[in-house]
């Protein structure tokens, strides 16, 4: 039976607590899209992790752990991540890398930093991980899959072509440097090095557990918002970070994936720029950035400040039904015990109308947020482990998201900790 963990919103959300808390009672979680641009915050008795390559069963060790042939690979940040966690005293992680996963190169991650630089003000605040120059190879077709390593002298006479067109862009376009083949088979000649212990036919392996019944947990990055296709397009990210992609990004057929879990949180946060309703500002948002999450609201990946807001109803709602929710994690709901009262953002205005379908982006440049206002609960809510025992104000909050959303909430997260949760 195959579960999958995605985001309805910005990203951020606490996918990888969640995940990290399923992961116990799954034989086989995977990575399916993305690169080490997001991350996850996990805390469990090992300490506080921050992930952004390696699935987050490798705190389990009877777990294996799988990126899928849709995942923007970084050889360096895996084995830098490896290090890091048996570093802490997790124990090796068994870990499988699809051999037709593509490898992000040093040179995308040099084309981000310097069209970030060349856009300057008007940048899409990437994390110049490399990913948007990655994906944008891999379907020109110049990517370079895993397998590929197998034959080092076909690779050489393929990078020869890929630099012909780099070079000329570094040069008149950018200014900079141009490469050299013999830099780039270097590079390659370590990455070959490093995966080869982890490189399979991941689909295959798929394929046999999911007819074995074995337990498979796909993990998404990002949220609905940061979709290419159905997000804030143009600041999104490059690959699909919903649900139905982790069928193409883990190789396994669509109909297998019976349970998709949609992790949204209780109020709002984004990294990087792009439309965001329901965003507030000075003071109240201070408050809420440094009562956030786990230790404040600052990037896993960046630790760059997230610009924070309330709940947005209108947007949770289509990200839910983008990713096709069957049940909802609500998460870090504790935070908001210092409110009085704690706006919801249940509509849209735009030009003179309420709206509650969420909209294209040009749309939304002229969206202002309809507040409604919930009485707050006033109190700590961590350690309540029943669902009847939170405070009426507090389970009237949750239900009134349910009902809005249109989707069951099913988990109810009131703590960072994998045993922090309220099951409804
Ligand atoms: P992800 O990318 O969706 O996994 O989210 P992040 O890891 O970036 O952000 C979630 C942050 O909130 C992390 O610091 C988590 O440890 C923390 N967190 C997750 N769930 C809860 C919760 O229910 N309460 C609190 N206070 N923190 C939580």
Known sequence: MVTAVTGANWGDEGKGKITDMLADQADIVIRFQGGANAGHTIKNHYGKFA?????????????????????ALSPHKIKAELDEIMGRGVPAPKLMISDRAQIVMSY???????????????????????????????????????????????????????????????KHLYHA????????????????QILAPYAADTAAFLDKAVKEGKRILLEGQLGTMKDPDHGIYPMVTSSSTLAAYGAIGAGIPPYEIKKIVTVTKAYSSAVGAGEFVSEIFGDEAEELRRRGGDGGEYGATTGRPRRVGWYDTVASSYGCRLQGATDVALTV??????????????????????????????????????????PGWKCDITGI????????????????????????????????????????
């Not at 389990?60 to 899928?68: E, F, K, L, M, S």
């Not at 370079?144 to 862009?169: P, T, W």
């Not at 409110?339 to 509509?347: F, G, H, Q, S, Y």
């Open 51 to 71: 992930l952004h390559t390696l699935p987050s069963g490798v705190f389990h060790p009877d777990v294996i752990n799988v990126i899928g042939n849709g995942v």
């Open 177 to 192: 440097e141009e490469l050299r083949t013999e830099d780039i088979m270097e590079e390659l000649e370590e990455y070959r």
């Open 108 to 170: 995308h991650v040099l084309f981000d930093t310097l069209e970030e630089a060349r856009l300057a003000g008007k940048s899409f605040g990437s994390t110049k991980s490399g990913i948007a120059p990655f994906y944008s190879d891999k379907f020109a077709k110049i990517g370079i899959q895993v397998s590929e390593l197998q034959d080092m002298d076909a690779l050489r006479e393929k990078v020869d072509g890929i630099l012909v067109k780099k070079n000329i862009l570094l």
């Open 333 to 374: 709901i504790d935070v908001l015990g210092y409110l009085d009262e704690i706006p919801v953002c249940t509509a849209y205005e735009i030009d003179g109308k309420q709206v509650t379908d969420f909209p294209t982006t040009v749309q939304l440049k002229k969206a202002k947020p309809v507040w409604t206002y919930l």
């Open 385 to 424: 482990r029943n669902y009847e025992d939170l405070p009426e104000n507090c389970r009237k909050y949750v239900e009134f998201i349910e009902e809005k959303i249109g989707y069951p909430i099913t988990m109810v997260s009131n703590g960072p900790g994998r045993e922090d949760i309220i099951y409804r």
